[in-house]
Structures are given as C-alpha cells and as structure tokens.
C-alpha cells in the first residue's frame, strides 16, 4: 500500500484522533473507485486547523488507454471553482477605487474606453457587476456557445455578440447562472489591470499561494502535459463504456478562463483552502484579506434549484442537512450539520470538481474526478465523499461507510429526487416529406443552424455540434430525437461514443417551408429566422439529458 504509506509521512498517526482514521479515509475512496465503474480518476485533498495538510490521494487512471495511474501531480480540470478566484480579483481592485460593486457594466466599460450596452427594445441597462458576479442579470445563458467554433477576437465577443443577448427574467428577480457573464468581467479585469487576465490571477494568487503546478487550458504549459501529469476527460457512451474527449476540445475553454478555465491538482488546491480558512479566520500573515472574503462570500440572490438538481440531503430521510441556499459571487453559501459552509462545484467536458470549506471548524475538502457519476447526477459522489470527509474531520461519526457510498440512496431511500434515469426510446421511419425543413436558419448571437436532409436522413449542424434527427414513436407528428455526435473534426472517437446525447426537436409546421426556429435549450427559448417565405415558424426543442458529452449538466463549468 504505497499510496497510504505516503500519506502516513504526510499526516502521521499521532495527529489524528480516534474518530479521524485516515485508513478509513482512504477506505471509502477505494470502495467509491470499486463500485463507480464510470469513474476513470478522482483526486482528494483535504485540510484541517486552516491551513494544515490532512490527506492527499489520486485514484484510477489518468490514462486508461495507457494504463498511467493518477497521482498526486495528475491535473484535473476544476471548472467553475475559477469563478471565486476572478470574484476575488475584482474585489481587489474595488479596494483600490477602480471600480465599484455598485456600478453598472456600461459605466465600467466606459472608464476604460469601451462601449458595451444592451442593443434592443426595453433593455435594462442597470445591470451591475456584483448582478453579474452573482448571476442575477436575468440574462438567457447562451451556453451552446461554448461549442460554438468561431474563431472571434475576445473584444468581438464582448462587444458585439454579448449585447444581443436576451432577458430571461428582470435583472435580480432569479437566479440563472451564466458563464458569459464571468468572460465579461474578465475582460474588463484586462482593461483594468492592462496585461492578460491569466498573468494577473497568477501574480495576485497562484504566486503568492505557492500553486505552483496551477495553470489555464489555454497555456502553451497546458498543450505539453502528458501522461500522468494530467487527467484524460472521459465520458459515457450510450453502452457506459468510457471514451477519451480529446485534448483540443478542453482548450475550447480557454475564451472562458474566467468562468471556467483553471487546471489544478489536489495538493494545489489544498493551498487555496488552506488561505481561504486563514482568511476567514483571521489569522495572522494571512494571504487573501479577510473583508474581501467575507464581501464576496455573502449571499447575493437565493439559488432556485437550476445547480441544486442533485439529491437534496436533509432529515427526517437522511441522518444529516445540507442547504446550498444563496449564490454569493465565485462562492455558494451553503451549511453541512448547521455549520456555515461555502462552496462551489466545477463542471467541464468530461470532468467534475468540487470544493467545500467550514470556516467555524476550520476545516476544508477538494475532489476532483475524470469520468461520469454512475448515480446519474453531476456532482453528486464527490458530495457524498466531502460529507465523508468533513464528518471524519469534525471528529463525528459518519452516517457514510464504504458500503452505504456504493448503494446510496439505499438504505435511507430507494428514491433520490433529481435522479436520472435512461429511457428506452423506439425509433420509426419519418411519417412525410423531410424536404420542408432543410434550410440555414439565422440567430444574432449563435452560429447558423443548418438543417439538410442526406440520404433520406435529416441532419443537422449547429457550431460544433451535428447529428441526426430520428423521429420517436409514440411521440406528436413531427417530434425528433437528435443523436448528437463530437465536434465535426473529432479524430479516433470509437464507435460507441457517437450515440450519446438525445435533443428532441418538435415541428410545428402549417405550410411547405420554414422561416423560424425556437430552439430551447435548458428551459430557455432562442429564435433562428430564415430568409425563405412560407410557413409561420418551426419549434425546436432540446431536452437535455445528463448522459451529455460535451455539454454538462448544465453547461455552467459547475452543475
């Protein structure tokens, strides 16, 4: 047991209690990588008394090709967690008058010499930057946009296309998360700071932290790691066997490093916590400043469930209560047994990240894991591993063991609400002629739709994104399945894999031809119009399933 004699030099025996057995830690973990299958490699980390050390371990493959075990040095995406880190970026620079929380984005835009306003009827145009630090601008998210493809300068993206975006709701009535709004605020860092956004977060917190093997998607740095210094993304497909996303598709990212685009290892990650706790401790020498932290770690707007679809754990049914009830900015309030606790998840393609944190407890957890979650819901083992952890570090006992990780929801419930399961779907040959909705449909915002019909088969190409429409029985006159393949330019995809992403498309159709598309994406509505004449408009609709490849659930570099 090499793997836990290190940890055994890391963390030895005499400073842990009888309740923090750190065998029993590194227990759970093997039984969550004997019973999850769909787990190609997960990374744990976790910290206690602040900023100490209390246990490091990578498990599985980096490589399952190549049979190259993860380690400690293995990087995996963290996803969304990056939002704290441009969150606190921002906040530095309100400490030092260059901007302020209160100030709407076309003022802060127009300090530094850009032009940024809403284009449109009845824009709201007070949106500010905490609005967009805590996703409460009632802007649609737009996030098939991260398979979009273009190859738009940032400034372009900024300026010209995300002012097209639509309202959803009033500014501050609800909460929908939005990564674009991350990448806005980024950008304005840049003009703020005047160098590269990546160049200011290394010199504010990876230096500073000591995150020496932390890094961006879009680092030259990154492109060269190789074997097990960084986690293959693996996702499901439609058999659950495991295939790679190559490299490439992860530096499609690289626009978003605000949102969404930091690469870290566990140990790394341990540091971040570690002067997270002293902060908000108030210890001495601390690092990060602790007003700045308790300033964006306060809750903003209450979450309405859109990250919240995962198993929610309270008693009566469990034995303990987690809430995540307020989006803070680049933070989620939340409380594990009625302690106060902050924490964020991370979702990219083909990884997942979560990192949780009990100022009061001092006391703090990272996971992060390369696969899919044979529970069917983003996030939700590595939630069941943190409660592990945190409870063994509280010196409580668990509710969790090494069994009830593999059955769970079982014993407590044979349910868990917001479980997903996978639907047989029977196909049938389309029931008329296809010819009426071929065409290229336009949106002021997304790439062109292009709907052709091939050898009696209806395809489709939005962005990176293409497959084919299969009609469903059982189903309306003219509703469609999409089986959605990898980017166009995918090299070496198994077979397997090509099948994995249902969308359903509905047509509503009255004439021969098409001049409107509403594509509805994660319960949000987006209109393509097209030149031709004749019919009123066909609907489309994509229901996302969480078996996604590309697209996580939902796409927000968290879930």
């Known amino acids: 047991?090499?793997?836990?004699?290190?940890?055994?030099?890391?963390?030895?025996?005499?400073?842990?209690?009888?309740?923090?057995?750190?065998?029993?830690?590194?227990?759970?973990?093997?039984?969550?990588?004997?019973?999850?299958?769909?787990?190609?490699?997960?990374?744990?980390?976790?910290?206690?008394?602040?900023?100490?050390?209390?246990?490091?371990?990578?498990?599985?493959?980096?490589?399952?090709?190549?049979?190259?075990?993860?380690?400690?040095?293995?990087?995996?995406?963290i996803g969304s967690i990056s939002k704290s880190f441009t969150a606190y970026l921002a906040s530095k620079y309100v400490q030092e008058g260059k901007i302020r929380w209160d100030q709407t984005l076309s003022e802060a835009f127009a300090d530094y010499g850009v032009e940024f306003s809403f284009v449109g009827e009845n824009r709201d145009h007070s949106l500010t930057i905490t609005d967009a630090l805590s996703h409460r601008t009632g802007l649609k998210?737009?996030?098939?946009?991260?398979?979009?493809?273009?190859?738009?300068?940032?400034?372009?993206?900024?300026?010209?296309?995300?002012?097209?975006?639509?309202?959803?709701?009033?500014?501050?009535?609800?909460?929908?998360?939005?990564?674009?709004?991350?990448?806005?605020?980024?950008?304005l860092l840049e003009l703020i700071g005047e160098k590269p956004f990546e160049d200011q977060i290394r010199e504010a917190m990876f230096e500073p932290l000591g995150m020496t093997e932390t890094m961006f998607v879009s680092d030259e740095a990154y492109r060269e790691l190789s074997g097990n210094k960084i986690a293959v993304p693996y996702k499901e497909g439609r058999d659950s066997k495991l295939f790679p996303i190559p490299q490439y598709v992860m530096e499609f990212i690289g626009f978003h490093n605000p949102a969404g685009g930091i690469v870290s290892t566990a140990g790394d990650m341990a540091k971040y916590m570690g002067a997270?706790?002293?902060?908000?401790?108030?210890?001495?020498?601390?690092?990060l400043d602790r007003d700045t932290l308790i300033n964006i770690t306060e809750p903003?707007?209450?979450?309405?469930?859109?990250?919240?679809?995962?198993?929610?754990?309270?008693?009566?049914?469990?034995?303990?209560?987690?809430?995540?009830?307020?989006?803070?900015?680049?933070?989620?309030?939340?409380?594990?047994?009625?302690?106060?606790?902050?924490?964020?998840?991370?979702?990219?393609?083909?990884?997942?990240?979560?990192?949780?944190?009990?100022?009061?407890?001092?006391?703090?957890?990272?996971?992060?894991?390369?696969?899919?979650?044979?529970?069917?819901?983003?996030?939700?083992?590595q939630r069941l591993i943190y409660m592990y952890f945190l409870d063994s570090l509280m010196e409580v006992e668990p509710w969790l063991n090494s069994s009830s990780i593999c059955t769970f929801p079982k014993p407590w419930t044979e349910e868990c609400n917001g479980s997903f399961e996978s639907v047989e779907v029977e196909y049938m040959q389309p029931r008329e002629n296809l010819t009426i909705y071929e065409g290229i449909y336009y949106n002021p915002v997304y790439p062109?739709?292009?709907?052709?019909?091939?050898?009696?088969?209806?395809?489709?190409?939005?962005?990176?994104?293409?497959?084919?429409?299969?009609?469903e029985k059982?189903?309306?006159?003219?509703?469609?399945?999409?089986?959605?393949?990898?980017?166009?330019?995918?090299?070496?995809?198994?077979?397997?894999?090509?099948?994995?992403?249902?969308?359903?498309?509905?047509?509503?159709?009255?004439?021969?031809?098409?001049?409107?598309?509403?594509?509805?994406?994660?319960?949000?509505?987006?209109y393509f119009t097209s030149g031709t004449s004749g019919l009123n408009r066909v609907r489309l609709i994509f229901l996302i399933g969480l078996t996604t490849v590309l697209l996580s659930t939902p796409i927000i570099f968290y879930s």
């Open 276 to 287: 997270l706790l002293n902060a908000y401790n108030d210890e001495p020498g601390s690092i």
């Open 300 to 381: 903003r707007i209450i979450m309405n469930g859109q990250i919240g679809d995962l198993c929610l754990i309270h008693t009566p049914i469990f034995p303990v209560t987690e809430k995540q009830y307020g989006y803070a900015m680049g933070y989620i309030a939340a409380s594990y047994r009625e302690y106060q606790m902050i924490n964020h998840g991370g979702s990219t393609y083909g990884q997942f990240s979560q990192m949780s944190i009990i100022p009061e407890k001092k006391i703090g957890v990272f996971t992060a894991l390369s696969g899919y979650d044979a529970l069917g819901l983003p996030h939700q083992i």
């Open 1 to 77: 047991m090499p793997g836990v004699i290190l940890l055994l030099l890391l963390v030895t025996r005499s400073q842990l209690s009888a309740s923090y057995d750190i065998l029993k830690l590194d227990g759970l973990c093997d039984s969550v990588q004997e019973c999850h299958k769909g787990i190609a490699s997960f990374t744990v980390s976790a910290v206690k008394n602040n900023d100490e050390l209390a246990f490091l371990k990578s498990y599985g493959y980096a490589n399952i090709e190549e049979k190259i075990p993860a380690v400690n040095e293995t990087r995996f995406s």
């Open 474 to 526: 059982e189903k309306p006159l003219h509703s469609f399945t999409a089986i959605i393949n990898l980017p166009t330019d995918a090299p070496n995809i198994p077979e397997y894999a090509k099948e994995r992403c249902d969308f359903n498309f509905l047509f509503e159709t009255s004439e021969k031809s098409v001049n409107q598309v509403e594509f509805i994406y994660m319960h949000q509505s987006y």
């Open 141 to 187: 998210t737009y996030d098939w946009l991260l398979v979009d493809g273009r190859n738009y300068s940032k400034a372009y993206w900024i300026t010209k296309l995300l002012p097209h975006f639509e309202q959803e709701v009033s500014v501050r009535y609800n909460f929908i998360y939005n990564n674009w709004l991350y990448s806005l605020i980024g950008y």
């Open 448 to 471: 062109d739709l292009n709907v052709t019909l091939n050898n009696g088969t209806l395809m489709f190409v939005l962005g990176l994104g293409n497959g084919t429409l299969l009609e």
